[in-house]
């Protein structure tokens, strides 16, 4: 393959195409390959190999050099102490270490090649990554044009191994918080700013289930016209404007009311369930009273006052009737909501509450 600003372009676009598809690595040094002449490892180090991202040369090869091999090659442990996008040859390696000669002599020259290039596009923390290129003897030394082409295309593949890090790290996040919601020992749903619904844990499926809300074509609703108007409102809120408060719906059979908070999704939860930055959260008890007081207290340090008022929040109590009811003024119930602000590292009453709802721990299990 000749070099050609084409054939550059072709590589640096399937560069990209890397990040969204691992497997297209194989295809990039498939074509590397063939451009610098010579059998292809991308490979990822710390202290020693811990992945392989591609190779074009003998698999068993590369299982000897994971295995030994890889101690003897000075040229990895030039690119270990190196800035990334470094690009060195053996020329430059070559001198008395023992240990070089017998890497050349026992793995190199074996594999019927002579000549090696090396180039470290991408670090991340303790890890670099090594594009490591061999060619037969007879192709002679890799020259200038070799480097050049190595050089060009490195921070092409730094940023595409940088995306596939970010892309890795938010499936993992969004893996999480779907966890998270699942695990949570209360109903949970995520709805659009229409009410259409995204997500629901099996709490909250199996209230749907028994009527507790309705679910009309993927609209949760509530018990009655009214209800869901009132619903539907607090939805809309809490999606276009970001606010949230607690709602209270009619129960089916006439019990009491069902408290249940309308608050943002928040941005984890949202990409985990679709990536609408306005998705909505609707959270509620199954059982009244299940917050685990004590282990709240404990995990927050609460004062016994603050833990009495965040267990009014979370059963759907307003700020104002939690203070008419226990005959404490409004600013003291405002001091001890700033104060479980301040312990538990939360800024607004909606994602207070969400975070105690959501968290298994502080539920007691039947």
Partial sequence: MRLTDGVVASLTEKIYDAALAPEAWQALALDLAQVLRGQVAICRHAEQPTGIYAV??????????????????????????????????????????????EFVNDFVHPMGCGAVLYASPYRHGDEFVSLVAARELRAGPYDETSLYVVQQLSPHIARSLAIQE?????????AASIEALERAAMAVLVVNGQGRLRFANAVAE?????????????????????????????????????LAETVSLPRPGGRGPLPVTVCPAGVSIASAVGGDPRLVLLLFSVAPASLDQGCVAR?????????????????GERLSDYAARTSIRITTVKTHLRSLFLKTGEQRQADL?????????????G
């Fill in 56 to 101: 074009t040369g003998d698999p068993a090869a590369m299982a000897d050099y994971t295995s030994h091999y890889w101690r003897l090659d000075l040229g990895i442990q030039r690119l270990a102490r190196s800035r990334p996008g470094v690009v060195l040859t053996d020329v430059e390696l070559a001198g008395p270490d023992p240990a070089w000669s």
């Fill in 206 to 242: 199996a209230q749907l289930r028994k009527g507790v809300l309705a679910l009309s074509r993927g609209h949760v609703g509530a018990g009655s016209t009214d209800a869901t108007r009132v619903l539907h409102r607090a939805i809309r809120s809490a999606s276009a404007a970001g």
């Fill in 299 to 315: 995990a927050f340090g609460l004062t016994p006052a603050e833990t009495r008022l965040l267990t009014a929040l979370v059963e």
């Fill in 353 to 365: 509450i969400r975070r105690v709802m959501s968290e298994p721990l502080f539920h007691p299990m």
């Fill in 166 to 174: 970010r892309m890795r790290a938010a499936r993992l996040e969004s």
